[in-house]
């Protein structure tokens, strides 16, 4: 079983930067393709981005791409979720999310077993 722990939420300015991490435990993880959706009260979740384990391959929703970074480290379990250039409409509550790999990275809930608590973003105007 996999357990996935997010951190780094808070409370900036429109423009301001923040970095999330993810840590995860069990066996699997580090095969994993990992990945972070957002969601707002009354709406479905949506995709942010995704990395998988190997070959260096990310996947971004247009709505961040250019000013968000997904990172991983597996020898620690971890994977990072770099925002830059926030805006309000980025507030959300984060998910860190994790499931096996498939030939692309998923947009799709349905493409991941395995979902963190959320940490909550605000971004003020």
Do not use: H
């Not at 995709?47 to 620690?76: C, H, L, Q």
């Not at 860190?96 to 799709?108: F, K, R």
């Not at 493409?111 to 959320?118: A, E, I, R």
């Amino acid at each position: 079983q996999v357990q996935l722990v997010e951190s780094g939420g808070g409370l900036v300015q429109a423009g301001d930067s923040l970095a999330l991490s993810c840590a995860g435990s069990g066996r699997t993880f580090s095969s994993y393709t990992m990945g972070w959706f957002r969601q707002v009260p009354g709406k479905e979740r949506e995709f942010v981005a995704g990395i998988k384990w190997s070959g260096g391959v990310t996947g971004y929703a247009d709505s961040v791409k250019g000013r968000f970074a997904i990172s991983r480290d597996n020898a620690r379990n971890t994977v990072y979720l770099i925002m830059n250039s926030l805006k309000p409409e980025d507030t959300a509550v984060y998910y860190c999310v994790s499931g096996p790999e498939d030939w692309d990275i998923s947009t799709s809930v349905r493409g991941y077993m395995y979902w963190g608590k959320g940490t909550q973003v605000t971004v003020s105007s």
